[in-house]
């Protein structure tokens, strides 16, 4: 007995020692250092919550509570950066939603247009429901039911990627994702992101940061776009089994885009990921001549 109570110890404990999560608090500053100097980042990690039915509200309270406790950000956490293509994010699920609550009707067409948005960062995809679908108030909608104080449309109205929001904004999107998005629509929507593409409509290779660093297969987007006020914007966000990762980053204009990409990979290989995140990752059972116009390149 005593032999098989030391076998089993021996057996188990590796097990519970992979599974354990490095706490945010200790994942930040690890980030933060290894992007170095090249740049702006502002950094969130958060574990992502999952619907629970039948919650008593003491339980939903200390639930939440928890939630909030596995959310570490640095300083820059909360300034606001141009989204460039993390507001596919925000129109895809208000869509949806919108779909979902009898709102607006759908086509096959529609929902080939969202998934491209998603999976392969397309643009005109993007700008043809921006305009259609009224994109500046798909982003307020967002902003209102997900409590994201520092999100908000862009100045322009046919400028999308100048939408602006912060990583603690996008981490708290993507952690309220599975419980305040219909069951389908967060599914739908993470599975695309899943299924993202090495390389993007328009060309740009988009693995950098959190998608072709992180092992797994992590649900990501990526951002890009060049030159607002002289910099670059370079993003990446990703659900690594149940750990939300945001980098947001700016470079000066004059930094070329490997240059950051490199600093932005170096930040995303900082973060640990444990052996129950990558089986979780992997095992995941006509228009507006406004939004046409030159604009700054983006993703």
Known sequence: MVLLV????????????????????????AVTAAYGQVGTLAVVVARQQQ????????????????????RAGNELAGRPFPTASMVKLFLAEDILHRARTGA??????????????IRRSDDPAASDLWV????????RNVAARYDLPGTAPPREWGQWGETTTTARDLAWFLTRLPVVAH??????????????????????????????????QPAVKQGWMCCVDG???????????????????????????????????AAAAAIPVTSVDQTSASGRSATPTVARRAKPVRS
């Not at 039915?53 to 928890?66: P, V």
């Not at 259609?132 to 982003?139: E, K, L, M």
């Not at 993007?200 to 797994?216: E, I, L």
């Open 231 to 265: 910099q670059r914007h370079l993003h990446s966000v990703g659900v690594v089994g149940s750990r939300v990762v945001v980098l947001l980053s700016e470079v000066p204009s004059s930094v070329g885009w490997d240059a950051a990409k490199a600093a932005l990979d």
């Open 104 to 117: 607006v009707t759908l086509t096959p067409h529609d929902r080939a247009q969202l998934e491209a948005m």
């Open 51 to 70: 619907r629970l039915e039948d919650l008593s509200i003491r339980a939903a309270e200390a639930r939440s509570a928890r939630v909030l406790a596995q």
């Open 6 to 29: 030391l076998l089993l110890a021996e057996v188990s404990t590796p097990r519970r020692a992979a599974a354990r999560a490095v706490p945010p608090t200790d994942v930040v500053p």
């Open 183 to 216: 069951p389908d629509d967060a599914a739908a929507l993470l599975g695309w992101m899943r299924a993202a593409t090495p390389i993007a409509a328009d060309g740009f290779d988009q693995q950098f940061g959190v998608f072709g660093t992180v092992p797994g």
């Open 132 to 139: 259609r679908f009224d994109g500046p108030q798909a982003v």
